[in-house]
């Protein structure tokens, strides 16, 4: 059983984290996130939900006592974004590092300053190397069923690694959007009952949580932790597997989007995804063997399959909406470029930094970049490796 | 009543074999605490002193649950953990074992009265049912005793040292008992390890309350102060002779002042015995000392006052 409705990007959040039902949900609201903890806020003091909600002080606070509801046995969630994420950048690890399956949305937005509330990565990619999981949705109903399948993941045993569900802020956040829901007894069947291994709570199997680790174990710890991470492709493939089952919608470490006989490609991430699919569509049609790359799950990122996928291409653009400030390029550039070189495939690929601070990227821009990239397959030279695209310079 | 003699006799929960300092007052004042209570606990303890000598990985002294997050969140941890207890209890997920808990967070005065403020002033303000314990040895001792809010002034920390040209911390400490009380939460006490058994008649009551207690205890430490670690317990009741560890609780906003002493003594009992204020007895500093003595007598009056004990005047 499912449902079609007509929900922006937050609600359907909240109506994945009401039919997840977490034990617990530590959260501050922060635009373009606050309708998230609103909504879910409504379902707590309606009755809908069993959790117990934890209006904090700060998000570093929310993350706090999210790991402190976790240690204890609880499913526990939260939600951020921006400034948010970052207040809370010091738990992060601390999260993960202690293995606790947390799950939270983060609906991107560029981070200050200057100050700034609409989309960019910059939140995210800034936390991808804190050990959580990062899953990115191209549209309100994959940040949906991401959320609902990411609970599965991060509670796998193999795994117990928190995930960040990222959704770009107002582009998914707060547009409407046509969906399927599924029924909320499917949901909870399908995320199951959690059962930590030793919850706090335990009297009889009193536990110390987050010991002083030094020389001589945290290096197996952080290894331990290595081991995890590794585990976590089949996870995801294993989980969307069954998700199909539940929801008849595919799910994979990425998509690949008309790239079996591309010749030139784009690799990207979130809403502009979209965007590029109509491009190549239009490109297509123009007899350009144009492809794309839509990555999902970028932490841990997985080089093999995705240089696979590209091996094959003249050349390739990577599309980043975050800057690293290193002048060599954005994150997800260096992990494609880095995948490339270990597969020792012949592509040529460049970078593109678009969209900062919610700057709109439009299909004729995503269509100037294969044009870019045929030049350089035609000319057989780059000569910009690093491009900032639709910016005034 | 539990007298000191059953508390003496009853298990440690805090074991011995930690690596806290001789004289150390953290750890005295946590097994009092943790004896008082009478539920298995889940105990939160922010970076510091209490933390990296007690969890040692492989080992721990804790024979309750414990956690350690971080350093300014031990409150936010604790509230989390109590949510998770209320959470599941409604759901009816917990072992009949498990039902009744304690949740106790441990603080020194660096991640209670400096980093970790802003989350102890949310989860007090949030209402969980938790015991917050302020072990205040007045200065960042596990970095090496760097000068903190709880700092007294005139003393020598090693980034408020006593120079040529400044005498040590130049401000007061902040009253960080009156400012929880502020709160309007069901229990707050100020309490000192020479009174064990006052110390634990307040913890008792802040596990029975419901919702919030805090109790701030002063705590020794012989290599911060510069003080003798035999005199350890001593010294916390020259503070309270001398009026500058005052022995308070505040019920439902009721104030009530706990020990006086019989002869109030001069501030200079309580600054002779440490090390840190060693330089204050120089001639030219012989004005901090009546600066910090009009300040003590100023505070105790204030406390006098709200306790109902000042004399008509």
């Known amino acids: 059983m499912s449902e079609q409705v007509a929900l922006t990007g937050n609600e359907v959040m909240s109506q994945a984290m009401r039919q997840i039902n977490p034990d617990v949900v530590a959260a501050y609201p922060i635009t373009p996130q606050t309708a998230i903890v609103q909504t879910f806020s409504q379902f707590v003091n309606d009755g809908d939900v069993d959790t117990e909600f934890v209006p904090t002080e700060s998000e570093h606070s929310a993350m706090s006592a999210t790991v402190g509801a976790s240690a204890s046995g609880a499913r526990a969630m939260t939600a951020t974004a921006a400034n948010g994420l970052a207040l809370m950048w010091e738990v992060l690890y601390i999260a993960s590092g202690t293995r606790l399956p947390i799950v939270m949305p983060v609906v991107n937005r560029a981070l200050s300053g200057p100050i700034n509330i609409h989309c960019d990565h910059s939140d995210a990619m800034g936390a991808r190397d804190s050990g959580w999981i990062q899953l990115y949705a191209e549209n309100a109903q994959e940040a949906y069923d991401n959320a609902i399948q990411a609970v599965k993941i991060s509670e796998n045993k193999d795994v117990m690694l928190p995930t960040m569900v990222n959704m770009d802020g107002f582009i998914i956040s707060h547009a409407v959007e046509n969906l399927n829901l599924l029924a909320d007894e499917d949901v909870q069947d399908f995320v199951g009952e959690y059962h930590a291994e030793n919850p706090l709570l335990d009297s009889e199997n009193p536990v110390t949580v987050g010991p002083l680790d030094l020389q001589d174990f945290y290096f197996e710890h952080k290894m331990q932790q290595a081991v995890a991470a590794e585990n976590v492709k089949d996870v995801v493939l294993e989980v969307a597997e069954e998700y199909e089952e539940l929801s008849g919608r595919e799910y994979g470490l990425f998509e690949e989007y008309k790239l079996d006989d591309a010749e030139v490609a784009v690799v990207a991430l979130g809403s502009t995804t979209g965007t590029a699919k109509t491009a190549v569509d239009n490109l297509r049609e123009n007899g350009v063997k144009a492809g794309l790359s839509k990555i999902r799950l970028y932490r841990p990122f997985p080089a093999e399959e995705i240089a696979e996928a590209l091996a094959d291409l003249e050349a390739v653009a990577v599309m980043d909406r975050a800057e690293t400030f290193s002048t060599t390029g954005g994150p997800v550039f260096a992990d494609v470029r880095a995948a490339l070189y270990d597969m020792g495939a012949d592509v040529e690929a460049v970078n593109y930094i678009y969209g900062l601070g919610g700057r709109d990227l439009k299909v004729e821009e995503i269509e100037s970049v294969y044009k870019d990239l045929e030049e350089i397959v035609e000319t057989n030279t780059v000569e910009d490796r690093v491009q900032h695209l639709g910016v005034r310079e | ?313």
């Open chain 2, 1 to 313: 009543m539990m007298s000191l003699k059953d508390i003496a006799k009853g298990e440690d929960r805090l074991s011995g074999g930690h690596r806290l300092c001789s004289g150390c007052g953290a750890g005295t004042v946590t097994r009092l605490i943790m004896n008082a209570s009478d539920n298995p606990a889940v105990v939160g303890a922010a970076t510091g002193c209490l933390e990296v000598s007690t969890t040692i990985y492989p080992y721990t002294a804790w024979e309750d649950s414990f956690i350690h997050n971080a350093f300014e969140n031990v409150a936010a941890t604790i509230s989390g953990a109590e949510a998770a207890h209320r959470s599941l209890k409604k759901q009816g997920k917990l072992k009949e074992a498990d039902e009744d808990k304690d949740f106790i967070a441990f603080g020194g005065d660096g991640g209670t009265y400096d980093i970790g403020f802003q989350s102890l002033s949310g989860a007090l303000e949030r209402g969980h049912d938790m015991v917050y314990v302020c072990y205040d040895n007045g200065a960042y001792m596990n970095t090496g005793i760097q000068r903190s809010s709880a700092t007294p002034k005139g003393a020598s920390t090693t980034t408020s040292p006593a120079g040529e040209e400044v005498p040590g911390k130049e401000q007061y400490r902040k009253e960080m008992t009156d400012i929880v009380a502020a709160h309007g939460i069901p229990y707050v006490a100020q309490a000192s390890p020479f009174k064990p058994n006052d110390l634990i008649r307040k913890a008792k009551k802040a596990f029975e309350v419901d919702g919030p207690a805090f109790i701030n205890v002063l705590a020794t430490c012989p290599r911060g102060w510069r003080s003798k670690t035999e005199e350890s317990i001593e010294i916390t009741k020259v503070a309270a002779d001398t009026c500058f560890w005052p022995l308070f609780e505040v019920e439902d906003g009721e104030w009530t002042l706990n020990y006086k002493p019989k002869e109030k003594k001069p501030i200079t009992d309580w600054l002779e015995r440490q090390g840190r204020f060693k330089h204050l007895f120089k001639p030219k500093n012989k004005h901090m000392i009546e600066e910090i003595q009009e300040h003590v007598d100023k505070r105790w009056n204030e406390i006098l006052k709200k306790c109902g004990e000042a004399e008509e005047e």
